[in-house]
């Protein structure tokens, strides 16, 4: 009976120290016929979708183009720059936009929402001079904010 109680006692210290795993992905919607959605994180390709264990933190995405439209940093193209991280205080979650600031320029339609929390919040820059995308530096704020946990990035061109 004691060590039925010991067993107990342990296995509730053990699950209540256990740390949930942090986990955040994007996903794409390619619908330009051409191109290979790209995120780049910390300076390399990790390729189209994709999935982390931890935080995403100053990833890019863009319409990787074989023909050398865009560059390794999405140079010449329209770029979705993003943060997934949980919160650890109020205001540190995930946050994401689209940037249009040189040497970056519009190059296709794209729009992005949160999935797995925050459904629904996000932008859309369908034509070179949408509001919904940084343009220069010093544009006023255009970023979505999500403070919910594991979220997720879904994005789509064209």
């Not at 296709?108 to 929402?113: E, I, K, L, Y």
């Amino acid at each position: 009976m004691m060590i039925n109680a010991v067993l107990l006692a342990l296995s509730t210290i053990v699950a209540a120290n256990v740390v949930p795993t942090e986990e955040h992905n994007i996903q794409f919607n390619n619908r330009c016929g051409f191109g290979n959605p790209t995120v780049v994180v910390g300076g390399k390709i990790v390729g189209g979708n994709f999935i982390a264990t931890g935080p995403i933190r100053n990833a890019i995405a863009f319409p990787w183009h074989r023909t050398g439209n865009c560059g390794f940093n999405g140079e010449n193209c329209t770029v979705v720059e993003t943060t997934l991280q949980n919160p650890t205080t109020p205001g540190t979650g995930s946050e994401t936009d689209i940037t249009l600031i040189p040497p970056h320029t519009f190059s296709v339609p794209v729009a992005f929402n949160y999935t797995n929390g925050c459904n629904g919040v996000g932008r859309s820059c369908p034509t070179a001079n949408c509001v919904q995308a940084f343009h220069e530096p010093g544009d006023p704020p255009v970023q979505a904010a999500c403070q919910a946990n594991n979220v997720a990035l879904a994005i789509t061109f064209c």
